[in-house]
C-alpha cells in the first residue's frame, strides 16, 4: 500500500509538471497558472474516480462502467506526457525512447490501481469465479479463432479457458461424426441433429444441444399438466364457492322458513285471539239481546194480559149495569120497599169486584216479579258465561304465552344446537387440517391418507375405541359409518375398495392411531 501511494506520488508529481508545461506552451492555455490548473483537474477527476471504484468494490457494490472514464483520463494523461516530450524536428529513436518514457509512469499508476483493485474484490468476494485469461501465444497462433473463443466467453459467462477448449473439442468432433453418419453430406442430417452447430454460438455444448428437444418436450409436458393442475384448481375452488352459495342460500331460505314460522305462529294466536274475543262478544250480544227480548216480550205479554184484564171487566161492569138497570126497571114497582136491601147488595157486590180487581193486580205483580227474577237470573247466566269467556280467552293467552315461550326455547335450542354443530365442523376442519399438514409431512400415499381420512371420519362420527378390541372397533365402524358414506367421502364407485379401506382403518385405529 505504502509503495503504491508513493508510485502514485512519483507519478502524479511527473504528470503534473510535464501536462502543466505542455498545456501552457502547446495547448495555449493563457498562462502556467492555467496549464497547471488543467493538470490538476485531470490528475484529480483520476484519483478522485479511483477512490470511488476502489470503496464501491470494497463495499462489494462495484460499479463497473467507472473503469472506462478511468481509462480515458489515463490514456489521455499519457499522450499528454508523451507529446510534452516530442522534438520539433524530425524524430530519431532517441525521441521515441524520450516520449515513451513520458507515459510509463501513468501506465505503471493504472497498472497498480488495478492490481489493487482485483485484490480488494478477492478479498471482499472470495467464491467469486475467476476468469481463465486466454495465453497470448494462441492470439499469436490463431488470431481469429481466439477472438471467436474470447467473444464467446464474454458473452456466455464461460470462466474457464480449458472448459471453452473442450466444448470446441466436442463441437468439432461432433460435426466429423455426423458427417461420417451421412457419407459425408451434413444437409441430410436432421434439424435436432444439426442444433449443436446452429445453438454453439450462443453457450450451449453439445449435450446441452442435443438434450434440448428433450428438456422442451419436458417443459411443454410440465406446462400441461400446471395448466391442468390449474384448471382442476379453479374448478375445485368454483364448486367449493357454489357449495358455499348453496349453504348460504338454504340458511337464507332456513331463516326466512323459520321467520315466516314465527309470523304465521303470531298471526294464528292473534287471530285464535281475536276469534275467542269475537266469538264471546257475539255470544255475550246474543245473550244480552235474548234476555232484551225476553223482558220486552214478557212487558209486552203482561201488557196485553192487562189490557185483556181491563177491557174484560169492562164488560162485566157494563153487563152488570145492564143487568141492574133491567132488573131495577123491572123491579122498580115490585121492590122498592126493598131498595135498602138492593143497595146494600149492589154495596157488597161492588166492595167484591173491588177485592176480585186487587187480588188480580197482585197476581199479576207476582207474575212480573216473577218474569223479572227469571230475566234477572237469564242476565245473570249471560254474566256467567262472558266471565266464562274472558277465563277462557285468559287461558287462550296463557297458551299463546306458553307456545311463544316453548318457540323461543325451541329456536335458542336450535341455535344452540347450530353452534356445537358449529363447533364441531370447525373442530373437525381443524383436525383435517392438521392430520393433512401431518401426511404431508409424511410423504404418503394416497392410500395412506384415504384409510387416514376414514379412521378420521368414524372418529367424528362418534366411535370410541376404549378397550375394544380389532373386532370391537369394528363392530362399531359399521355401526357409525356406512360403506356408501366412505365412497361419497373419497369419491369411489367400488364398494370393495371403501370395505377394504374400512378394514384398514379399524387395523389402524386398533394399532393406536390418533389425528
Not at 501506465?107 to 497498480?112: D, E, G, N, R, Y
Not at 275467542?276 to 201488557?303: F, I
Amino acid at each position: 500500500m505504502t509503495a503504491a501511494l508513493v508510485l502514485a506520488g512519483i507519478g502524479l508529481y511527473l504528470s503534473f509538471e510535464h501536462v502543466a508545461v505542455f498545456a501552457h506552451e502547446e495547448l495555449r492555455f493563457g498562462s502556467l497558472g492555467k496549464g497547471q490548473l488543467f493538470a490538476v483537474g485531470v490528475d484529480v477527476g483520476i484519483m478522485v474516480m479511483i477512490a470511488v471504484d476502489l470503496l464501491m468494490a470494497w463495499l462489494k457494490r462495484p460499479i463497473s462502467w467507472i473503469r472506462y472514464p478511468v481509462w480515458l483520463l489515463t490514456a489521455a494523461t499519457v499522450v499528454l506526457n508523451a507529446a510534452s516530450g516530442a522534438p520539433e524536428g524530425a524524430w530519431q529513436l532517441l525521441d521515441y525512447v524520450a516520449a515513451g518514457a513520458h507515459g510509463v509512469v501513468p501506465v505503471l499508476f493504472i497498472m497498480v490501481v488495478e492490481l489493487g483493485r482485483t485484490s480488494i474484490d478477492r478479498i471482499v468476494r472470495p467464491d467469486q469465479a475467476e476468469r481463465d485469461s486466454i495465453p497470448w501465444l494462441r492470439w499469436i497462433l490463431a488470431p481469429v479463432a481466439t477472438a471467436r473463443i474470447f467473444r464467446r466467453m464474454r458473452l456466455w459467462g464461460v470462466t474457464s479457458y480449458p472448459e471453452m477448449i473442450c466444448r470446441d473439442q466436442q463441437l468439432i468432433a461432433y460435426e466429423q461424426w455426423l458427417k461420417r453418419k451421412h457419407d459425408g453430406d451434413i444437409s441430410k442430417a436432421s434439424e435436432d441433429e444439426l442444433l449443436p452447430m446452429k445453438m454453439a454460438p450462443y453457450g450451449y455444448t453439445v449435450a446441452q444441444a442435443l438434450a434440448m428437444p428433450d428438456e422442451q418436450d419436458q417443459a411443454a409436458l410440465e406446462r400441461e399438466e400446471e395448466a391442468e393442475r390449474r384448471r382442476r384448481a379453479a374448478e375445485t375452488r368454483r364448486e367449493v364457492a357454489d357449495a358455499d352459495a348453496t349453504a348460504e342460500r338454504l340458511r337464507a331460505q332456513g331463516k326466512v322458513e323459520t321467520v315466516r314460522a314465527e309470523v304465521d305462529g303470531q298471526t294464528a294466536q292473534a287471530r285464535a285471539h281475536a276469534k275467542a274475543q269475537a266469538s264471546a262478544a257475539e255470544r255475550a250480544a246474543e245473550m244480552e239481546e235474548q234476555a232484551l227480548e225476553t223482558a220486552l216480550v214478557a212487558e209486552a205479554h203482561a201488557r196485553e194480559a192487562q189490557a185483556a184484564r181491563l177491557e174484560a171487566q169492562e164488560r162485566e161492569a157494563q153487563a152488570a149495569a145492564d143487568v141492574r138497570t133491567a132488573e131495577l126497571e123491572r123491579q122498580a114497582a115490585e121492590k122498592r120497599k126493598l131498595a135498602a136491601e138492593a143497595d146494600r147488595v149492589a154495596a157488597a157486590e161492588a166492595q167484591a169486584i173491588e177485592t176480585q180487581t186487587i187480588a188480580e193486580a197482585r197476581a199479576a205483580a207476582a207474575e212480573a216479579n216473577r218474569r223479572a227474577a227469571e230475566t234477572e237470573e237469564a242476565a245473570a247466566e249471560t254474566r256467567r258465561r262472558a266471565a266464562e269467556a274472558d277465563r277462557l280467552t285468559a287461558d287462550e293467552e296463557e297458551r299463546t304465552a306458553a307456545a311463544r315461550a316453548a318457540t323461543q326455547a325451541a329456536r335458542e335450542r336450535e341455535a344452540e344446537a347450530e353452534l356445537r354443530a358449529a363447533e364441531a365442523r370447525l373442530a373437525a376442519a381443524e383436525t383435517e387440517r392438521r392430520a393433512v399438514e401431518t401426511e404431508d409431512a409424511a410423504k404418503l400415499t394416497p392410500r395412506e391418507r384415504s384409510v387416514r381420512k376414514v379412521a378420521r371420519m368414524a372418529l367424528t362420527a362418534g366411535l370410541v375405541t376404549v378397550a375394544l378390541d380389532s373386532h370391537g372397533i369394528h363392530r362399531e365402524m359399521c355401526r357409525v359409518l356406512s360403506i356408501a358414506d366412505i365412497q361419497r367421502a373419497l369419491d369411489v364407485s367400488s364398494t370393495d375398495t371403501a370395505s377394504k379401506y374400512r378394514q384398514e382403518a379399524v387395523a389402524l385405529l386398533a394399532s393406536g392411531y390418533r389425528p
